[in-house]
């Protein structure tokens, strides 16, 4: 199991091909990772705010894209994704890399 710490890094140093690949403006974790809360058994959720919209596809392989490289499993989350009742939340606590 990855830090997060760990995680940031391997983001941060993918962030310029991330953003070329899949049309990335802004990469950040949130959850419980971000709390220290996270188990064994717990996914990494990352929050994604994109240059231009994106179809279900491409949002899948850049899931998949971010499980490989960090080997968990990924929830993204587009920002204008974010569920009312969560968003307060979730933008206060997200660290971005």
Not at 58 to 71: S, T, Y
């Amino acid at each position: 199991m990855r830090t997060l710490e760990e995680i940031k890094e391997i983001l941060k140093k993918q962030k310029p091909a991330i953003r070329k690949k899949y049309g990335v403006r802004e990469i950040g974790i949130f959850g419980s990772y971000v709390r220290g809360e996270q188990k064994k058994k717990s996914d990494v959720d990352v929050l994604v705010e994109f240059e231009k919209p994106i179809s279900l596809l491409k949002l899948v392989n850049l899931e998949n894209f971010l499980a490989d490289l960090i080997e968990t499993k990924v929830d993204v989350v587009p920002k204008e994704d974010i569920r009312y009742e969560l968003k307060e939340r979730i933008l206060k606590e997200v660290v971005y890399v």
